[in-house]
Every structure is written in structure tokens, then in C-alpha cells.
């Protein structure tokens, strides 16, 4: 089975590597990932478990699953080795919080889309400009990838959950909304949103079904105050999404979905990292997450951009958070007694 030699070189993954882990991993057999360019991986990011299994613009996804190089991706994980995986990147295998998947099976249960990258904001952290897609030939790649998950999902009978907004935001996208308008109404099918939430309160009405289907959503917003969130989501406007926030605490309330705050810590926000905390609990959040901002190839100087990691105050602050019960850190299994 011939692999892409040049894309682990890329990520500097040794794929001579034994890793002897005990534990096997389940996202490589309950977890398909599909990017813009219809490739689907068997995992939940592609810098984690970078070799393509399929694409969804040659073959149905009912071949890519189970296919030769998907078994292949399967095995590594099986015999321990992890050879093909990430290991200094990968969140479980970084933090020691590996699941254990019993006994091999090709149920998928995490369908991932990453098939448009359209956003109504142009964050610095994450790309140079405004990405927006409504016709043209990306457009309608996003359409067709679209319609082609749409209908493995009418045939497809195990339990499943669809996770929208991997790389864009759903309710701004075009072609989420096309896949939300379209998606097949059957009880084995929920869902989880990932949304900058500018635009929840006036779209998610029309995607009811969806919406009742839901087990999570996720709102990333990176500053806990108006200067501080206008300053790193660029285009994006305080007021509205607060507002946005009060739709999303009584929808919960309506519909009892998991609501999740996602905050990237940076120079220009670690200062807020309580108050995001108090923003958590303002609008009945579960979860606050906390992440290391990452370099994504579009920060001219990246190194600038990190919060003073060393700095006495910012580790107290990263322990209240990482002790306190709504807060997830990046830190949270380090020794810090």
C-alpha cells in the first residue's frame, strides 16, 4: 500500500516510528473527515493522520469506507506502531488522553465536513482575507460534495453524528446552508455546529430540523470584551454577537443541546481568559475551551503573537482555568501542584 511520502515528510512525521501504545485509537474507524477538494480522511484533522482514504469527486463514500488504504490507516493504529500518526500534534496523543476502541468495525459514527472555507470574518490568527464563496467553480464543488454526503446519509442506518463547520461558518456559508436545507430527516442522523455565531439568531430558524437534531454547539469567539474581540475578529461586531449569545442560551434551553465556547489564547487576549470564563457562565455555556493560538502559515511574524508563556501571572491565571470546573485548557493533564 503506497502512501504519500511527501505529505508526512510536510508535518515531520517519521512513518518508520513505533509508538507501542496499548490503547487503539477509534477515530480512525468511526471518524471520516472531507475537505473542500472532496478528500476524505480517517481522522478528525488532517495534520493529525494527513494520507487521503478516498475522494468523494471520483468514488462514493460507501467505497472510500473500508477501502484498501483505509484498512491500511487502520492497521497502523491496531498494531500499535501509530507509524502514519502525528504523534506531536495529535491532542490525544500529546495529552495521554487516548480513548480505547474495541474490536475493528467500519461504522461510521463522526462524519466531518470541511467542504467550504467561506466566512463572514477574516480573523488575522487564521487567514489573510476575506474567504467567501456563492457561485464560481469552488461554489459549486461545495454543492456537488454536498449532495453526494446528502445522499450516503439517506442511505445510511447506524447512529451517526455530522459535525458542520470545520473550516468556514455554517450559517454564513452557502453551501452549509444548501447541505442543512437538504440533509435527510431520520433519527439516527444529529448533528454538531461549530459557528462565530454572528449569524445564528437570524439563520438557525431555518434549518429546524437541524436545530432539533443537535447535540452540540460550539461558538468560537476569541475576546470576553468589545476591544478585544473587534481587535482579533475582524468584521465581526460585540453587540450583535452577544445578542447572538442570548439566542443561543434559549435555544439551548428549548432544546437542550451541549453549548461550548471556544477561545484561542494569544497575546492580545490571554487577559481575558477569566472573564471568558465568567462569559461562560453568563450564557449557560458547559464547556469553556481553551487553546493555544497555532501557526497556520498566515501570521507574518507567528512567534510575536504567543502569550507571555513564562510569565508567573499568565501560569496562574492557565491553573484557574485549567482547575476550574467550566474551563478546558490545553494544560490540564501537566502537573501543576
Not at 205 to 211: D, G, K, L, M
Request: hydrophobic share 35%; net charge negative; proline share 4%.
Amino acid at each position: 500500500m503506497k502512501i504519500n511520502q511527501r505529505l508526512f515528510d510536510h508535518y515531520g512525521i517519521d512513518t518508520n516510528k513505533d509508538l507501542g501504545i496499548g490503547k487503539i485509537c477509534p477515530r480512525p474507524f468511526d471518524t471520516v473527515l472531507i475537505d473542500k477538494q472532496g478528500s476524505c480522511y480517517a481522522c478528525e484533522c488532517t495534520a493529525w493522520l494527513p494520507q487521503s482514504i478516498g475522494n468523494l469527486q471520483i468514488e462514493p463514500l460507501s467505497d472510500i469506507i473500508g477501502s484498501a488504504m483505509h484498512r491500511h490507516l487502520q492497521a497502523s493504529v491496531s498494531d500499535g506502531t501509530y507509524r502514519y500518526c502525528n504523534s506531536g500534534q495529535c491532542a490525544y496523543l500529546s495529552t495521554g488522553e487516548l480513548e480505547s476502541h474495541h474490536g475493528a468495525t467500519h461504522h461510521i459514527r463522526h462524519l466531518r465536513l470541511a467542504i467550504d472555507d467561506s466566512c463572514n470574518l477574516r480573523c488575522p490568527s487564521c487567514r489573510k482575507g476575506l474567504i467567501f464563496h456563492k457561485d464560481g467553480s469552488a461554489y459549486q464543488l461545495g454543492i456537488r460534495l454536498a449532495d453526494r454526503i446528502n445522499e450516503w446519509l439517506y442511505d445510511h442506518d447506524g447512529p451517526i453524528q455530522v459535525h458542520i463547520g470545520s473550516d468556514g461558518d455554517p450559517f454564513a456559508s452557502h453551501v452549509y446552508r444548501h447541505f442543512m436545507d437538504h440533509t435527510p430527516e431520520r433519527d439516527n442522523i444529529k448533528y454538531s455546529i461549530l459557528t462565530n455565531a454572528l449569524m445564528f439568531k437570524e439563520f438557525h430558524t431555518r434549518v429546524p430540523y437541524v436545530i432539533r437534531n443537535l447535540n452540540e454547539l460550539g461558538v468560537s469567539i476569541d475576546g470576553a470584551s468589545r476591544e478585544t474581540y473587534e481587535k482579533l475578529r475582524l468584521g465581526g461586531n460585540w453587540l450583535k454577537v452577544t445578542e447572538n449569545l442570548e439566542s443561543i442560551a434559549e435555544a439551548k434551553r428549548k432544546h437542550g443541546f451541549k453549548f461550548m465556547l471556544y477561545f484561542v489564547v494569544q497575546k492580545d487576549n490571554h487577559h481575558e481568559m477569566d472573564d471568558m470564563l465568567a462569559l461562560g457562565e453568563q450564557y449557560g455555556a458547559d464547556r469553556v475551551n481553551f487553546s493555544l493560538i497555532e501557526d497556520w502559515g498566515v501570521l507574518p511574524d507567528f512567534e510575536s503573537k504567543l502569550p507571555p508563556l513564562e510569565d508567573p501571572a499568565f501560569k496562574e491565571m492557565l491553573e484557574r482555568c485549567t482547575r476550574s470546573e467550566l474551563g478546558r485548557t490545553w494544560s490540564r493533564v501537566w502537573d501543576l501542584s
